[in-house]
């Protein structure tokens, strides 16, 4: 049996919406029919499009491995190489333990990583490869969206049947492979390495170089290489420190690899970029900004004081996409069940996120609408955050 995934309410399929567009999953005198499972890969455009802008989050780990390896399928088809999927490794309860480490989220997430790879490696060959639009002729990523699965810019994409999952070096990896059974090869076609890679000549337990590399930031001077026959590289674990490590690995790719960001927390590792030590603020710019967030699921918590009983209101809610679907903000109703808020094409701000869910909550009555002055000082002048804003030298991908 699947282990229940309790740090999401609890919604199985994209459903229809009462007045509060609310999820709903009880039926009705129409003839339309609700809670069918959602359309194939193959499906048109149009079908894709609507089913995605209005899934809903998963029920467990079982059902968020499906939906996230097919999104993941979806945006390669669609020629994007460098993809994210970000979601919490752990239940909620779970990682709020005081006994719960950071050994224990990287053997959650290399677990995940596994199950995501075996998607892909389990593929037959009829499946492996499809004619889909390719993204790097179409000229904005609204115009891919539009056009997906379409004839226009279209070309055969192979998708990977062999799949790498990425340590950052090579003590993450001894560590991964104890955890395993002390095997490399957890599934045909899936394979377990690290990033950083030294001579197999070189017995020395403890290599000083590749430890001032990595924390500098710097190149690895040829250490980093790619794996003969490996289709997709799925990271795990990695810190701000060792994301330009990702990125040489990138530069030597052909331009059929995929590169996949698996929960390494790209925005709070976007957030240490430019301070001492760290990669310049400039790396976002050049490479982040690149990657698409093809399912993407951060849960946010929230505390609100009211002039009024309760004096003190509780919120949650989350940010939810699943490609190639909107990004949609989603207010935890505490029975079970999310409320769709709204839907954005463009990633919202996570200040803008929060004002969502304080806006729904204050259209029903349940806080307050305060004046202009007092509004200003819980907010202050500034809602996003330097990487957030727009930027002349970057790229959307990361936000559409």
Same mark, same amino acid.
């Not at 430890?211 to 710097?218: D, E, H, I, K, Y």
């Not at 674990?237 to 994301?243: D, G, H, I, P």
């Not at 939810?320 to 701000?349: C, E, H, I, M, W």
């Not at 609408?369 to 007092?374: F, I, S």
């Given at each position: ?13 994209? %459903? ?28 048109? %455009?149009? &079908? ?22 097919? %999104? ?26 005081? #006994?719960?480490?950071?050994? #224990? ?48 810019? =279209? ?21 991964? !492979? ?5 095997? %490399? ?41 790619? !794996?003969?026959?490996? #289709?997709?590289?799925?990271? !795990?674990? =990695?810190?701000?420190?060792?994301? /330009? ?5 990138? #530069? ?6 995929? !590169? ?18 760290? /990669? /310049?603020?400039?790396? @976002? ?7 698409? /967030?093809?399912?993407?699921?951060? &849960? ?15 919120? @949650? ?76 030298? =970057? ?6």
């Amino acid at each position: 049996m699947p282990t229940t995934c309790r740090s999401f309410s609890t919604i199985m399929v994209p %459903a229809r919406y009462n007045n509060n567009k609310e999820f709903l999953t009880s039926s009705s005198s129409s003839s339309q029919l609700y809670n069918v499972p959602p359309p194939g890969i193959d499906a048109d %455009a149009s &079908t894709l499009k609507e089913a995605s802008d209005r899934e809903s989050p998963p029920s467990s780990f079982y059902e968020l491995q499906i939906n996230s390896a097919r %999104a993941a399928e979806l945006a390669i088809r669609d020629g994007y190489r460098l993809i994210e999927v970000e979601f919490p490794p752990l239940p909620a309860q779970v990682l709020e333990m005081d #006994d719960v480490s950071a050994y #224990d989220v990287a053997e959650a997430n290399l677990k995940l990583a596994i199950d995501f790879a075996k998607s892909f490696a389990a593929k037959t060959n009829t499946e492996s490869s499809s004619t889909v639009v390719d993204s790097t002729t179409a000229s904005t990523d609204s115009e891919l969206d539009s056009n997906y699965s379409s004839n226009n810019n =279209a070309k055969i994409v192979k998708l990977p049947r062999k799949v790498a999952i990425m340590l950052p070096d090579e003590s993450e990896y001894k560590i991964a !492979i104890e955890n395993l059974g002390n095997t %490399a090869n957890p599934y045909p076609g899936v394979t377990v390495s690290a990033l950083r890679r030294s001579d197999p000549r070189d017995e020395r337990f403890f290599k000083p170089e590749q430890v001032f590399m990595s924390l500098m930031g710097n190149k690895s001077g040829g250490i980093i290489q790619p !794996i003969d026959g490996v #289709d997709m590289y799925v990271c !795990i674990v =990695a810190s701000a420190q060792e994301l /330009p490590d990702i990125e040489e690995l990138y #530069d030597l790719l052909g331009d059929d690899k995929i !590169i996949c960001f698996y929960n390494l927390k790209l925005d709070v590792l976007r957030g240490d970029l430019g301070a001492p030590a760290f /990669p /310049p603020r400039e790396f @976002q710019d050049r490479f982040l900004s690149k990657v698409k /967030p093809v399912y993407y699921l951060r &849960t946010r918590q929230y505390s609100r004081s009211t002039a009024q009983p309760p004096f003190m209101v509780n919120y @949650q809610g989350c940010l939810f996409r699943s490609y190639p679907g909107q990004f949609q903000t989603l207010l935890d109703t505490g029975t079970g069940k999310y409320r769709r808020v709204k839907g954005n094409d463009v990633r919202p701000a996570l200040g803008e996120f929060k004002e969502e869910l304080t806006d729904a909550l204050r259209d029903e009555g349940i806080i307050q609408k305060e004046g202009n002055v007092l509004n200003f000082l819980r907010t202050g002048y500034k809602t996003t955050t330097w990487w957030e804003e727009e930027r002349d030298d =970057a790229s959307d991908s990361w936000k559409t």
